[in-house]
């Protein structure tokens, strides 16, 4: 799985950080929390940032001032995944590289989609969070401006709503 791998070698790289210090992890009998990713999905977002593969992005639903950045997640996510429920977020991806080649591939009819972020994002969430499913995600392309010619679509967004279950 190249997420997997992607996010394998960002961690030997020393790019992200760990999701808890050691002790901590010993302290909580080897139990990482959702709550706990939160800087490593930031730093994983960054570092694709400056590699120009993305321009910017966004943690969360733009219209809820609460649940986006830091908040993305919290305690009652916590134990929702502790209680054995699914959890689901949305990240936005502004201008990545693959835009346009997904689109095309996409609108094509394959089942292939050069996209390698979200499955870096499942990936480190099934590791670190040590899950035995698979985290599941649907990719949406946005374009922020409604345009009443279909052939007017011009996205600039990639949307990843996740579902994450225990």
């Given at each position: 799985?190249?997420?997997?791998?992607?996010y394998?070698?960002?961690?030997?790289?020393?790019?992200?950080?760990?999701?808890?210090?050691?002790?901590?992890?010993?302290?909580?009998?080897?139990?990482?929390?959702?709550?706990?990713?939160?800087?490593?999905?930031?730093?994983?977002?960054?570092?694709?940032?400056?590699?120009?593969?993305?321009?910017?992005?966004?943690?969360?639903?733009?219209?809820?001032?609460?649940?986006?950045?830091?908040?993305?997640?919290?305690?009652?996510?916590?134990?929702?995944?502790?209680?054995?429920?699914?959890?689901?977020?949305?990240?936005?991806?502004?201008?990545?590289?693959?835009?346009?080649?997904?689109?095309?591939?996409?609108?094509?009819?394959?089942r292939?989609?050069?996209?390698f972020?979200?499955?870096?994002?499942?990936?480190?969430?099934?590791?670190?969070?040590?899950?035995?499913?698979?985290?599941?995600?649907?990719?949406?392309?946005?374009?922020?401006?409604?345009?009443?010619?279909?052939?007017?679509?011009?996205?600039?967004?990639?949307?990843?709503?996740?579902?994450?279950?225990?």
């Open positions: 799985m190249l997420g997997k791998e992607i394998k070698q960002m961690k030997e790289d020393g790019l992200v950080p760990a999701a808890i210090s050691i002790n901590e992890k010993k302290e909580r009998n080897n139990r990482v929390v959702l709550t706990d990713t939160i800087p490593i999905l930031q730093q994983m977002l960054g570092v694709f940032q400056s590699k120009n593969v993305i321009q910017s992005f966004r943690l969360g639903d733009k219209n809820d001032d609460v649940r986006t950045a830091n908040n993305i997640f919290d305690s009652y996510d916590d134990e929702d995944l502790r209680d054995g429920l699914a959890v689901d977020c949305l990240i936005s991806l502004f201008r990545p590289a693959t835009l346009k080649s997904s689109l095309q591939i996409t609108g094509e009819g394959s292939f989609m050069p996209e972020i979200g499955t870096t994002i499942a990936a480190m969430w099934k590791e670190e969070l040590g899950l035995t499913r698979v985290v599941a995600y649907e990719t949406y392309f946005v374009d922020e401006e409604y345009r009443p010619n279909p052939k007017d679509y011009f996205p600039n967004e990639q949307l990843i709503q996740y579902t994450i279950k225990p």
